[in-house]
């Protein structure tokens, strides 16, 4: 059963994700509304492209990338993990696997190192929520 505090702040973040509302993915505070990285049709400016490319390039680091590709999506626990280990008999190893969530994680630590993060991403709404203690991220890494 899930907690009244975590139920009211999954609440919370329900309707900040509405759209219009601060979080939703057209917020004016959308990285992709950044105009010091992005283009109004979306292609990525010169540091932000660079990163880009690095980021991808790490990722592919040594690979052999003229093989097949196995392409998954899906909310947490949907069973993407188990289909690949059966899929590939239980030898993962042997396969380049490439994760979102390292991209986004890698993403965000330059927000948070070059300031963008606390100056154009988080919006006036979650500041404000914060000062009065609510938590959105307990993530806590520091440059």
């Known amino acids: 059963m899930i907690d009244a505090d975590i139920r009211a702040h999954i609440e919370l973040i329900r309707s900040l994700s509405k ?15 950044n105009t010091k990285w992005f283009e109004p049709d979306g292609k990525a400016k010169g540091i932000r492209a660079s990163l880009h490319a690095r980021l991808v390039h790490d990722q592919l680091s040594g690979a052999d990338v003229s093989r097949k590709a196995i392409l998954l999506a899906g909310p947490p626990g949907a069973g993407k993990s188990t289909v690949v280990r059966k899929l590939l008999d239980e030898t993962p190893e042997c396969y380049l696997t490439i994760d979102a969530d390292i991209f986004k994680i890698e993403l965000l630590k330059e927000a948070i190192t070059d300031g963008s993060y606390e100056s154009f991403i988080k919006p006036a709404e979650v500041k404000k929520l914060e000062v009065v203690g609510h938590r959105f991220s307990q993530w806590n890494w520091r440059p």
């Open 19 to 33: 759209p219009g509302c601060a979080l939703s993915i057209k917020a004016l505070t959308a990285t992709i509304n």
